[in-house]
Every structure is written in C-alpha cells, then in structure tokens.
C-alpha cells in the first residue's frame, strides 16, 4: 500500500464519520482512528516487510478558518434553534435524485409536506426512500449527493413555519 492510497483512505475514513477503522492487507496494518477534535493515523508494517514503519502525521479537520468566526458561531445557532433537522435513520450514501438523469428530490426553498420523498440512501444495495415527517420549506441541504452517511447525521434542516 502506498502513501497515495493511505492518503485517500484517511480522506474517506474523515467523510464517513467513522470513529474507528482498522485495515490489514498482507504486511501492513493500518488504524484509523477519529475523534472530535482531531484524527490519527498509525501504520504499522510487519516485521517481515522490507520498508520501515511509516507512522503517518495526525490529521486535523479543517477547522483553522472557522477560529476567528466563532463569536459569530453563537448567532448563527440561535437562527438555526428555530429549524427542525431532519436525520439519517440509517447508515449508507445519500443521493438527492432517484437515478443520475432524473431532477434531484428537494432544493433549498422547496415547500414539502409529510410523506414527500426527500432523498434516496443506499444501503447494501438498497435504495431507501427517506421521506419527510415534517411539513416546511427546505432551507439547508446539508449533505453533498453520493456522500456516505452515518445514522443520525443531519441531511438538511427545515423550516417549519
């Protein structure tokens, strides 16, 4: 396994939301391990291996430009206390449209009711209809489509007025 490919297994480990991943494929080891504030990588190759122990660097979350807007962060809180957020009931890909060459489902300032279909999640080959238990207009989508999703991430925020 390559520094290439360890990169885009940590990238994809961050998306996921995943706490925890551990891989081992032939002489090398690898954990992943991710926190709140911050995600660790250990790489460990077996004894056997020819090259050394590459321990890869900690990976932080983007989080340097959000530090000077944290007084603001209260604010924008207080604005979103009045929306309601609408979940994944389940762990799998998000997709805003039913197949690639249909319009997606919602958009911000869409009106929806109770029952509408909001967004379609894979899961082991199952494509499930998420509909809506709210009646409102879209005002956030906070999910990009073919993202992985994990059960109980918000995907878009609703104003119920």
Do not use: H, W
Not at 2 to 23: M, P, T, Y
Not at 127 to 146: H, P, R, T
Request: hydrophobic share 45%; aromatic share 4%.
């Amino acid at each position: 396994m390559d520094l290439k490919e360890i990169q885009n297994l940590i990238r994809f480990v961050a998306k996921s939301g995943a706490s925890e991943v551990k891989l081992e494929t032939g002489d090398v080891k690898i954990t992943i391990k991710t926190g709140q504030d911050s995600e660790t990588t250990i790489v460990q190759q077996m004894p056997m291996a020819a090259a050394p122990v590459v321990p890869a660097a900690p990976v932080a979350p983007v989080a340097t430009p959000a530090e000077p807007a944290a007084p603001a962060a209260p604010a924008a809180a207080a604005d979103d206390s009045k929306y309601i957020t609408i979940k994944s009931p389940i762990i799998g890909t998000f997709y805003r449209k039913p197949s690639p060459d249909k319009p997606v489902f919602v958009e911000v300032g869409t009106e929806i009711k109770e029952g509408d279909v909001l967004c379609v999640i894979e899961a082991m080959k199952l494509f499930n209809e998420i509909e809506s238990e709210v009646s409102g207009k879209i005002v956030k989508v906070l999910v990009d489509d073919a993202s992985p999703v994990e059960f109980d991430q918000p995907l878009f925020m609703v104003d119920p007025s």
